[in-house]
């Protein structure tokens, strides 16, 4: 995605209305014809924009799929997620990830699915990833703390995934447990996290979060996110805000740390 078209992405959704062609052009320096371009163009990859000669431009919806293009133009995080890698499916986020890590990508790299044929859970469990249906994505983070130390992380994303759920959903009664989400007695999220390094000191460690957000799962004690609220949800939105909750989250406890 070019600069015109991330920047049009941006001023849209800041603008939360109507804002002219000519508007957008003018903020950005460039010629009408050219927001106009950017336009089309992101209407190609999904992004619902409508018109009007009078009024100008109108950003509905961002697309569903949480790829990089789309993540990149909606996420406003100092370093979370500022590398993305999207695959339509993939073995696992988590191996994926753990392979660049290794690779020396940096801290609050992403990977995300469309599907996961070896989607893992806590405890050896199997993580049911199918496609096009819920959240899937794996964050590499530095953290300088020994191994035994790794569930800290493992509570912090999991409470950074209830606080992005109540942004979409917040009449929804829901609760974060050590192994995950949990609402109406049911199981909507989890978190997995994997390490790297020494037992007295962490080089690096893969979070794995999964959020069922239209597909409940194969597990009877599984729920989604459109079977709670009887709503739709963008897997694009709902991982550019937890990517923004997570950095938040992330920064506080490193401070804490240091303090």
């Not at 992403?110 to 899937?136: C, F, H, M």
């Not at 963008?234 to 406890?253: C, I, N, P, V």
Request: aromatic share 6%.
């Amino acid at each position: 995605m070019n600069r015109t078209a991330l920047e049009t992405v941006r001023i849209l959704r800041a603008e939360k209305g109507d804002i002219s062609g000519q508007l957008i052009a003018d903020r950005l320096g460039v010629s009408r014809a050219a927001v106009s371009k950017s336009v089309a163009g992101l209407r190609k990859i999904g992004f619902n924009i409508s018109s009007s000669t009078r009024v100008g431009y109108r950003l509905n919806a961002v697309p569903d799929i949480p790829s990089a293009e789309v993540l990149q133009s909606i996420l406003t995080t100092n370093f979370m997620g500022h590398w993305i890698e999207y695959h339509e499916s993939i073995d696992s986020t988590n191996n994926r990830a753990m392979e660049l890590a290794h690779k020396g990508a940096p801290e609050g790299s992403v990977v995300t699915a469309g599907s996961q044929t070896e989607g893992r859970a806590r405890n050896g469990g199997i993580w049911d990833s199918p496609s096009g249906k819920n959240l899937y994505i794996s964050v590499i983070l530095t953290p300088d703390i020994p191994a035994e130390r790794a569930q800290e992380l493992e509570m912090l994303a999991i409470e950074s995934l209830k606080k992005t759920v109540l942004q979409f959903a917040p009449d929804l009664s829901i609760r974060a447990e050590p192994d995950g989400l949990w609402s109406q007695g049911g199981k909507t999220g989890g978190v997995l996290c994997e390490v790297y390094g020494e037992v007295n000191r962490i080089q690096h460690l893969v979070a794995g979060i999964g959020l069922n957000v239209s597909h409940r799962g194969s597990s009877p004690e599984s729920l989604s996110l459109e079977y709670l609220t009887g709503k739709l949800f963008s897997r694009a939105e709902l991982t550019a805000a937890l990517l923004t909750s997570l950095e938040k989250d992330y920064l506080k406890w490193k401070s804490d740390e240091q303090s």
